[in-house]
């Protein structure tokens, strides 16, 4: 196994672009080591970018924020402001794991693992997140959704590394949340995730993403959901066409973690759930 | 107190929280568990293992393994003792396969090599051909008239014809005439149920270091219950003498039953013995669930007839354990177990031991208990609620009590569930408030404990202080306990006397620490062996005093004339014998071998309160509190324990537990990410009560309590999901999507 600690994002995607056999980047590696333990993956060439300046910081951008690619969710969760701006975003990343987890799990590793379940993404999409991705033809910046390709799998092409994660200007009277059901209260995988972000304007919603996680090969962002209740003040009626939505956008499997009908009716269940949570975080009395 | 006589009360030590004496080593990491042997030159070794479930085994090519550098042994099952039989034969054929591999994680061949990765390495090097074979993993399937046979001729005489060649044992007994008892009801209710196969979770995987000789002498480290057995077993296995094998436990990281059995030992031996060096082994978690025993998975009808004042009429019972694929599965332990609660006229149980391509089933806490008890007492439950009584009322009425004819047979001795019952009616859990979405559910349940044969040895020492030798693996305190009751006997602290668990040459035979027998029988054999050397000690001081033995007593450490008559001399305290023993005849040893039967049997009753999520199904315990007969707590901080974690671990079984079989006979879910045991949020503090009534078999009226409390929980709990969800569970584990799709089932009728 070669290991490579790169200067920068261009060095990390040259290494990786020329990189021969199986080739993984080392965030927090809480994915990554895991698999190597387990004998899953064994990479030939790893890549770790803590050492490129900057991957640790979390730095006000265009009124939004940029999240480097090594910030552990347990910066995350002690970033007062941008705790405070998206509580959606900052749960969802401090679902992940226990403790010692938390102290190296990223948002990047979480999304570039390829995980349906991942928690953080569906929080992500909600909030119309982007990363930008170093690569042979130089840096684009993608948003989060186009990312999973399917389980295990990303859009990302042989040499392209994910040096930042974009969250949009909060702006007024906005909130988002993240729910996920797991059997038990701690240390397991997402059976559904729901994330949702709105906007109100005198208790109506004018804007609103609704997304899934773990009910299809990808993460999903739910449009009929989101116009479910966009218009609306969140009445039994809104809630009810919210979770109808919801759970007729899942495509889910039957596994050892849920049954597909166990998944589609709880998808309805968290929408409905997480839509109170962020209408209240938006400062609409509920 | 007469020498021999039984005590209750006037302890001194005996029921006292001291600390325990391996508190320290385990809170610093320095204890020695099974993977922290090593020894020069060691070698690391890893098994190949069957990725079927059920598959002949045509070849087995381990060139491409041998020439790998570094490999220096690879071992098949041609590398094993011929000619076993019976149970000898089993494990065998379990630890390595010989023609078929009976189960996805049956081991077929192992490697050892200089380092662990080059083990690994070379085990994905050895090519073994299959040729598949049809499979069943489920134990109504395994009965059915189509099911593939796992092993002709394996059933033995018990079963009656006609019936599936998978079936092999059978089990009936009761009394009475329950066609009249069911008659005599009010109201006879009937149900199925099915339990799945749970694993004892034990945090530490099975790990060795063995050495074997060409002159057939060989040494084992290892993480066991039993070391005496596995001393038995491997010396069979690699057809060797017991005695040329020593083998020393390990500290224990949890074994609840799963470590009353051979794995890895015999393999580790056997490359030894091939590579002339010593190696070690260590289980990977993965390897522990698909190969390590889970408990048996159930099927079972339970039809119970009660008039409406709540007086059971008849019981009748019939029990179907899967136990992987191998004879075994203690259907006859669930039969037994089922209606022993109650006092009943009219009784019948049958049970069936059926294989299956699982891995073979070992002991868990009260084997086969628990599932007979979520059964019986689901079905008490829906008798109490349609017939509008008080569910510990009911069972009060209904009580077994001293010389009650056991549903199983004997008679009662002096028992103590009336009291557990009582105790739970006066806990002011049973009257709270429950709020909103929660229900509340009881059980009583019991077990047999055990007694077993069992040596102990005290020594003394020069310094007035006592090293205990005994030779049951320590998994719940035992060494305090035992402590606590030599220090009681002598008369000195008990910071004066060390507990060791000591190696297979250093005592006689004893048997596994199981069926909650430690505190009982190795307790009994420490009394005694205490006694014996008070009465060397009695001796010493009578020869000093130039009296009688007979006027020497042993009062509080000290030696003293029996009264006025016996002459008047200072007393001798310990310490003053002990010192001077060398020039008085010699070593002061005290000792005791037996195979002592007074186990007493013992029941608990647990009260749960529990809340559903009725959007997703999701079940959170809310309340939990144990009620338990101890007999004598010797050590209550420990008999606490053991009702703590038997309520954890039946929570974990009730709610998330369980071994999950993909189409192709696979287990799918080989880690504690998807096999769901209870994190520490899920758990509410449990809540124990301890009864004493004491034990007339034991010097101190102890019980075995480590099992007693694994029994009502599932019972406990599916009675107060149940209630609170509105619909009755027959199935565990009550996960979210099984209740949404009982939910779901009432609702469309
Ligand atoms: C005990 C435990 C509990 C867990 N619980 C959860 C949970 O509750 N929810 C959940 O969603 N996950 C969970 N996980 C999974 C894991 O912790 C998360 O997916 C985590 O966010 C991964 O981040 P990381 O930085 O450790 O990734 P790494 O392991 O470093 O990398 C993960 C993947 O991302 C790729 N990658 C990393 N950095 C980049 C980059 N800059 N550009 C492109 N690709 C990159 C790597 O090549 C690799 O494929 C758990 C893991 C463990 C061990």
Redesign the pocket.
């Known amino acids: 196994m070669d290991y490579h600690t790169p200067g920068s994002?261009e060095d990390?995607a040259a290494i990786a672009a020329k990189a021969e056999g199986v080739?993984?980047?080392?965030?927090?590696?809480?994915?990554?080591?895991?698999?190597l333990r387990a004998d899953m993956v064994t990479p030939d060439v790893l890549i770790d970018?803590k050492q490129i300046a900057g991957v640790k910081d979390i730095a006000r951008e265009e009124g939004g924020w940029r999240i480097g690619?090594?910030v552990?969710?347990a910066e995350m969760t002690e970033h007062n402001e941008l705790d405070q701006e998206w509580p959606g975003v900052v749960e969802a990343?401090d679902?992940?794991?226990?403790t010692?987890?938390q102290g190296?799990?990223?948002?990047?590793?979480?999304?570039?693992?390829?995980?349906p379940?991942?928690?953080?993404?569906p929080a992500l999409v909600a909030a119309g997140a982007s990363v930008s991705?170093v690569g042979k033809s130089g840096t684009r910046k993608m948003p989060v959704e186009d990312i999973p390709a399917g389980p295990g799998k990303?859009n990302?092409e042989k040499g392209?590394?994910?040096?930042a994660v974009h969250l949009p200007a909060r702006g007024d009277n906005a909130g988002d949340a993240y729910l996920?059901f797991?059997p038990r209260t701690?240390?397991?995988?997402?059976v559904v995730g729901c994330a949702v972000n709105l906007r109100l304007d005198g208790g109506k919603v004018i804007e609103a993403r609704v997304s899934l996680g773990a009910v299809a090969p990808t993460v999903l962002l739910v449009e009929d959901a989101a116009q479910a209740i966009v218009g609306t003040s969140l009445d039994e009626a809104a809630l009810e066409a919210l979770a109808a939505a919801a759970s007729s956008a899942c495509n889910p499997i039957d596994d050892k973690r849920g049954t597909i009908a166990f998944r589609t009716h709880v998808a309805g269940v968290l929408a409905k759930r997480a839509a109170k949570i962020a209408y209240e975080r938006a400062g609409g009395a509920k | 107190m007469a020498p021999d006589g039984n005590m209750t009360n006037g302890f001194k030590v005996v029921g006292t929280r001291p600390k325990r004496p391996d508190g320290i080593d385990k809170v610093t990491g320095r204890a020695k568990f099974g993977a922290d042997a090593t020894a020069p030159g060691m070698l690391h070794a890893s098994i190949v293992r069957s990725p079927h479930a059920h598959a002949k085994i045509l070849k087995i090519d381990t060139s491409k393994a041998e020439a790998l550098k570094g490999v220096k042994a690879v071992v098949t099952r041609a590398d094993f003792a011929e000619g076993l039989t019976g149970e000898n034969w089993n494990i065998l054929e379990n630890v390595m396969a010989s023609d078929t591999a009976l189960y996805d994680g049956h081991a077929v061949a192992a490697v050892a090599a200089t380092t662990a990765l080059g083990a690994r390495d070379a085990a994905k090097l050895i090519e073994v051909e299959y040729e598949l074979l049809p499979h069943v993993t489920d134990v109504d399937k395994a009965m059915a008239d189509d099911a593939p046979v796992i092993r002709a001729g394996a059933a033995d005489k018990s079963v009656p014809e006609g019936l599936h060649p998978n079936v092999v044992r059978y089990h009936e007994s009761g009394h009475g005439d329950v066609d009249k008892g069911f008659s005599e009801a009010d109201l006879v209710v009937e149900d199925s149920f099915k339990t799945e196969a749970t694993h004892q979770g034990y945090i530490e995987p099975h790990a060795c270091l063995a050495q074997l000789g060409s002159d057939g002498k060989g040494e084992v480290w290892c993480c066991t219950q039993g070391h005496f057995n596995v001393q038995k077993v491997c010396a069979a296995l690699v057809g060797t003498d017991s005695s040329q094998i020593r083998v020393t436990p390990s500290e224990i990281g949890g074994g609840f039953g799963g470590k009353t059995v051979v794995f890895i030992e015999p393999v580790a031996l056997a490359l030894s013995r091939k590579a002339n060096r010593p190696v070690k082994l260590v289980m990977s978690r993965s390897e522990v669930f698909r190969a390590t025993g889970p408990t048996a998975s159930t099927s079972i009808d339970i039809k119970i007839g009660m008039t409406r004042e709540g007086k059971i009429t008849a019981a009748q019972g019939v029990f179907r354990l899967q136990g992987g694929a191998f004879p075994g599965a203690p259907m006859e332990f669930t039969a037994m177990c089922a209606f022993a609660p109650y006092s009943l006229e009219n009784v019948h149980q049958v049970g069936y031991d059926v294989m299956s391509n699982r891995p073979k089933q070992a002991a868990y806490r009260a084997p086969g208990s628990p599932m007979a008890a979520f059964a019986v007492e689901s079905v008490i439950d829906e008798l109490c609620n349609k017939l509008d009584l008080d569910s510990i009322e009911v069972r009060l009425k209904n009580a077994s009590k001293e010389g009650t004819k056991a549903s199983y047979g004997p008679k009662f001795e002096r028992i103590g569930l009336v009291e557990t019952l009582e105790a739970a009616k006066a806990h002011p859990h049973l009257t709270s408030p429950l709020a909103e979405g929660q229900g509340r559910g009881v059980s009583c349940g019991f077990w047999f404990n055990h007694g077993g044969e069992t040596a102990v040895s005290l020594a003394l020492s020069e310094d007035g202080t006592v090293a205990i030798s005994v030779g049951t693996p320590d998994i719940g305190g035992s060494r305090a306990s035992m402590a606590q009751m030599a220090a009681e006997e002598l008369g000195i602290p008990y910071e004066s006397i060390r507990t060791t668990v000591a190696d297979t040459a250093t005592l006689g035979y004893n048997e596994i620490s199981h069926g909650s027998r430690v505190t009982y029988a190795s307790g009994l054999a420490t009394i005694k062996a205490a006694r014996d050397a008070v009465k060397k000690l009695c001796g010493r001081a009578a020869a000093k005093w130039g009296i009688d033995e007979d006027a020497v007593v042993w009062e509080d450490g000290c030696a003293k004339p029996s009264g006025p008559n016996a002459g008047d001399f200072e007393p001798l305290p310990l310490a003053k014998i002990a010192r001077s023993m060398g020039r008085t005849g010699g070593p002061i040893v005290g000792h005791y071998e037996a195979t002592p039967e007074g186990a007493g049997v013992s029941f608990a009753t647990h009260i749960v309160d529990a809340e559903v999520d009725k959007e997703t199904g999701q079940t959170k315990i809310v309340r939990y509190t144990v009620v338990q007969d101890a007999g004598k707590a010797i050590h209550p901080t420990y008999v606490e324990g053991q009702f703590q974690g038997g309520a954890a671990q039946g929570i974990g079984w009730a709610l998330n537990e369980e071994y999950i079989y993909g189409e192709d006979g696979r287990l799918q879910n080989s880690g504690f990410?998807d096999y769901r045991i209870p994190v520490a949020s899920d758990l509410p503090m449990i809540d124990t009560v301890i009864v004493e009534v004491p034990n007339p078999g034991h010097p101190y009226g102890v019980r075995g309590v480590g099992e007693t409390s694994i029994c009502p929980p599932l019972a406990a709990i599916a009675n107060a999901v149940s209630n609170a969800a509105g619909v009755r569970l027959t199935e565990l584990p009550m996960s979210p999507p099984r209740i949404l799709a009982a939910l779901d089932a009432q609702a469309n009728g």
């Open positions: 994002f990390a080739t993984r980047f080392l965030a927090g590696g809480t994915d990554v080591l895991v698999q970018i690619a090594a552990s969710g990343m679902l992940i794991g226990s010692q987890i190296r799990a990223t948002l990047v590793g979480n999304l570039c693992n390829g995980s379940a991942a928690d953080s993404v991705v990303t990302l392209d590394v994910v040096s996920r797991i701690e240390m397991d995988i997402a | 990410l």
